[in-house]
């Protein structure tokens, strides 16, 4: 298989509200848009990867997590917060180095918010 390009695919149960989530509270980037303007489709640039947010579901997603990596976890913690996004688990310091922080997306998706300390691995080529 020779993969060129590839996405997270989102169907939400409100599709509006979970633009406003991602394009507006959580700031994502917009790759591309599709579809009538009552129920358009959008492609949000997710670090090195894409997350499209389109289409309608009964319920909500089962089983899906994202891992997003920042600068400055406390920084996004407080951002957040103010913004009334919910936070299951403030940012902590993990016994593998990473400072995570959980919240979730208007449909109960979890989302891991990671920043890589400037000690970590993750920071430097051990090559």
Same mark, same amino acid.
Do not use: C, K
């Given at each position: 298989?020779? @993969?060129?390009?590839?996405? $997270? ?6 599709? *509006?509200?979970?633009? @406003?989530?991602?394009?507006? /509270?959580?700031?994502? *980037? ?21 997350? &499209? /947010?389109?289409?309608? *579901?009964?319920?909500?997603? $089962? ?10 976890? *406390?920084? &996004? ?7 009334? @996004?919910? $936070? ?20 109960? /998706?979890?989302?891991?918010? @990671? ?13």
């Amino acid at each position: 298989m020779d @993969v060129l390009s590839s996405r $997270v695919l989102l169907r939400p149960t409100d599709l *509006a509200r979970s633009h @406003v989530f991602y394009g507006d /509270v959580l700031g994502l *980037a917009v790759y591309r848009e599709f579809g009538p303007p009552d129920h358009r489709g959008v492609v949000y640039f997710l670090g090195n990867g894409l997350l &499209e /947010v389109s289409g309608h *579901a009964q319920q909500p997603p $089962v089983g899906l997590e994202m891992w997003l990596q920042v600068r400055n976890v *406390a920084r &996004e913690h407080e951002r957040l917060a103010d913004a009334g @996004v919910t $936070v299951t688990r403030p940012p902590q310091r993990e016994p593998w180095g990473l400072v995570e922080m959980w919240i979730e997306d208007p449909d109960g /998706v979890r989302i891991a918010v @990671v920043e890589g300390p400037e000690d970590h691995p993750l920071r430097r080529d051990q090559r």
